[in-house]
């Protein structure tokens, strides 16, 4: 099951392993690691990695399909900004899964899915906008020869 997207599902999962190395581990790690032990707090704070990037890129293709991708597909190009949304998605999900006092379930994981896509969806420049200020190497792919970087 790839979730309606393919093979463009398995690429953006080897674009994240290939592309941001360093981030797509913190990723995974995040969301296998228990906060807690399960003698503290026994409730499940993992959230499923790999059915997380194909869900969100489904929801990139959508709105590249919609047509409001067009115009920072005119800045870089259509797989630049295709992945550079993909990218900000699956970033959003570890900054809201990891931050903050009270991290989300497992059971939580829809609801969070849900508001990164709705927010993507609503303004996708906006909210690439909102990752400006991550380091231009966090947001750009250094190996250029491989398919999606």
């Known amino acids: 099951d790839l979730r309606g997207v393919g093979m ?11 592309c941001h190395t360093a981030a797509a581990r913190l990723f995974l790690e ?13 409730r499940p704070y993992k959230y499923p990695f790999a059915l997380a990037s194909l869900n969100f890129t489904a ?14 597909c005119n800045k870089s190009g259509v ?8 990218y900000c998605m699956l970033h959003s999900l570890h900054i809201q899964w990891s931050a903050g006092p009270l991290h989300p379930t497992t059971d939580q994981y829809g609801a969070i899915h ?13 909210f690439v906008a909102k990752f400006s200020g991550l380091p231009p190497r966090l947001l750009r792919c250094r190996r250029r020869r491989r398919l999606l970087c």
């Open 114 to 126: 849900k508001q990164i896509a709705d927010a993507a969806q609503r303004d996708p420049d906006a």
């Open 30 to 42: 995040h969301s296998q690691h228990p906060l807690l032990p399960a003698s503290v707090d026994p």
């Open 79 to 86: 797989i630049s900004a295709f992945t550079l949304l993909y």
């Open 8 to 18: 463009l599902g398995l690429l953006t999962l080897n674009y994240i392993g290939t």
């Open 59 to 72: 929801d990139a293709l959508g709105i590249l399909r919609s047509g409001r991708l067009n115009a920072l």
